[in-house]
């Protein structure tokens, strides 16, 4: 049964867009010719790369089940196949769905040049090909015609003409709850100039309208600015810095609708947003836009990154991961040149990665969303509630 395909220009924004979804847990893995070269077309194999757990915590320890298991199995068929599964492990879970946005990277061989070096400089190989396609575990939005009753195919691919794939597995939680219908009332009524707003922000020479009570609601930082000692607190009229008008009007719109359409040329913005006012979800969504971001939004980024502290090195590496693993389409654009110019040991650190293809370990990235349980972990976690005598 094939997966769900869908518009690869679109997938992981419109989960983002959805305001019942948020940020779970990101991962990825890279399957090498050094690996595939064992696998017989003749043959059928059960997890010839895996399985490899997907945990939703940062200390794998401390949950007794991942989140999910990933298969990688080949059909013993005429058309061999590489068949990608995703496998529920957690029984009797939340009732909040999971969705998983898949996205395989695949380099293809010629099927008819059976002398192929495989060991030539992978610099000359194709460009891989982007496929992109979601499934959804623990809900009632699962395909009820899933070959088995807690497993997803979420990719597959032809056995024969695959040189190499790097799967990247991008994960969402469905909330709690609905967005306040209160708040998106205000913000309504906030862009067409009500006068129930009762702070102007200053912005890049824009101002722009809020109301202090949602402000503080939704940012600690506003909190302790408008409750707290602060002139802030009677001020009519509050200066924004550092800040072009565009990020922070998004910025401000997220506040009220917990809603927000990334661009790769604001992310840095609002990351540094929802830093700057404690905003953690949406700290949350603008990392996984950058954890999944293609190669050139990848490279631009990284030569603006050393500007931004709330980058950290950890992202830092990923961009670099990124940008190694399109680098074919990217050696003769005019970001390349300008990060060769500008910062030739990045630029070689990437071209090496490009270079060579090794095993690597799965990555992670886990978001600041809490943790998906089975129901008997959570109800270890539920305090006990005294009744009456």
Not at 21 to 38: F, G, I, N
Not at 181 to 199: F, H, I, M, T
Request: proline fraction near 5%.
């Amino acid at each position: 049964m094939a997966p769900t395909e869908v518009d690869p220009s679109s997938t992981v924004n419109n989960i983002e867009n959805r305001d019942l979804w948020q940020p779970l847990v990101a991962a990825e893995c890279s399957v090498s010719w050094d690996v595939l070269k064992r696998v017989s077309p003749r043959e059928t194999y059960g997890d010839f790369f895996g399985p490899f757990p997907v945990h939703n915590v940062e200390d794998e320890t401390l949950s007794s089940n991942p989140l999910f298991l990933v298969h990688f199995y080949v059909s013993d068929r005429k058309d061999s196949k590489i068949s990608i599964f995703v496998e529920e492990t957690l029984e009797e879970s939340e009732s909040r769905e999971v969705v998983v946005v898949s996205t395989v990277l695949l380099t293809k061989r010629e099927k008819s040049n059976a002398k192929e070096s495989f060991y030539q400089n992978p610099l000359t190989w194709p460009l891989p090909e982007v496929t992109r396609s979601e499934c959804f575990l623990y809900g009632k939005s699962r395909r009820q015609d899933s070959w088995s009753r807690n497993s997803e195919e979420v990719m597959s691919m032809p056995l024969g003409t695959t040189r190499c794939f790097i799967l990247r597995l991008q994960v969402y939680l469905q909330k709690a709850g609905e967005v306040d219908s209160l708040r998106q009332c205000l913000n309504s009524a906030r862009s067409l100039g009500s006068s129930l707003c009762d702070v102007s922000l200053k912005v890049d020479g824009q101002i722009l309208s809020a109301h202090k009570a949602v402000l503080s609601a939704t940012s600690s930082v506003f909190t302790a600015m408008f409750c707290g000692k602060f002139k802030e607190k009677t001020a009519k009229s509050v200066t924004i810095e550092g800040v072009s008008s565009k990020a922070f009007d998004k910025f401000l719109n997220f506040l009220y609708t917990e809603s927000i359409s990334i661009e790769s040329d604001c992310v840095l913005e609002l990351l540094d947003l929802s830093e700057r006012y404690q905003v953690e979800q949406l700290k949350a969504r603008c990392e996984m836009y950058m954890w999944g971001m293609d190669s050139l939004d990848a490279l631009s980024i990284l030569m603006e990154a050393d500007k931004w502290p709330v980058v950290t090195e950890a992202m830092k590496n990923r961009l670099y991961q990124l940008v190694a693993a399109g680098w074919r389409s990217l050696e003769n654009s005019d970001e390349w040149q300008a990060l060769q110019a500008s910062n030739p040991v990045a630029s070689g650190i990437i071209h090496a990665f490009a270079a060579f293809t090794v095993i690597v370990p799965p990555s992670f990235k886990v978001f600041a969303a809490p943790p998906l349980r089975s129901s008997k972990e959570a109800a270890k976690k539920r305090p006990i509630t005294p009744t009456s005598p």
